[in-house]
């Protein structure tokens, strides 16, 4: 089955500088990659997502490339703020037909220092 | 969180006891997933349903049931609680639009369940 390895498990910037998180995956067939942001005592929330056929996708600060010859995938937030401080989830699924099964990533806990 | 409440927030019990959680939903999707999350592991899938009555099983499914009498409730139940059930829990729900089977996933706020 997929295996969705996530790194690093913690990161530290100063406000202003950029994070990156990374995965990989190891099931060719997948075609969803989604992110998702987790604050304290909140559910996980989706913040971007890319498809397969796209190599790149951007939000304002945020932005995540995928390289599907190699499995990987990253998160890439810029210009970051206190309030980017949260645990970031990647995800994986084979998106077709029935269901979206996700598998995550084991998480990343981003802390932006002021 | 998207018209999705979970019930109960918190819960302790005892080991060996029953215990149902519940997710309801306001959005009338058809798939609903049962997650639960502990540290190191991410959110792990228990199981999942993608309609009324119609369920499946998901990567930690044992130990656990689930129910879907309605589209919009979708309940988990522990049967006899066990200290390594101890843990976060979280429904997610979907749809899928004719253009493009939609994969987006949006979670609920959670509940933390202890068992003793």
């Known amino acids: 089955g997929e295996n969705v390895e996530q790194h690093p498990s913690t990161l530290s910037v100063q406000e202003g500088d950029s994070a990156v998180i990374k995965c990989t995956y190891s099931?060719?067939?997948?075609?969803?990659f989604p992110w998702y942001k987790q604050e304290l005592g909140k559910g996980p929330q989706l913040i971007i997502d890319?498809?397969?056929?796209?190599g790149e996708k951007k939000d304002q600060r945020i932005a995540v490339t995928l390289n599907k010859t190699a499995k990987h995938f990253s998160l890439h937030i810029t210009e970051t703020q206190p309030e980017d401080s949260a645990v970031y989830f990647c995800a994986a699924s084979m998106c077709s037909g029935n269901t979206g099964k996700l598998i995550f990533g084991q998480g990343t806990t981003l802390q932006v220092k002021p | 969180d998207a018209g999705i409440t979970q019930s109960p927030r918190h819960k302790v019990t005892e080991t060996g006891t029953p215990v149902t959680l519940r997710c309801h939903q306001t959005?009338?999707?058809?798939?609903m997933y049962w997650y639960r999350q502990d540290p190191g592991h991410g959110l792990r899938l228990i199981h999942y349903s993608y309609g009324v009555k119609d369920t499946d099983k998901g990567e930690v499914s044992d130990g656990y049931s689930v129910s879907r009498s309605k589209t919009e409730d979708f309940l988990l139940t522990l049967e006899s609680a066990t200290s390594s059930q101890t843990s976060v829990y979280f429904c997610?729900?979907?749809?899928?639009?004719?253009?493009?089977?939609?994969?987006?996933?949006?979670f609920g706020p959670g509940t933390r369940l202890t068992v003793l």
């Open positions: 890319i498809r397969s056929n796209v």
């Open positions: 099931d060719s067939a997948s075609n969803y």
């Open positions: 959005e009338n999707h058809r798939y």
């Open positions: 997610a729900i979907s749809e899928e639009s004719l253009a493009a089977a939609l994969c987006e996933q949006f």
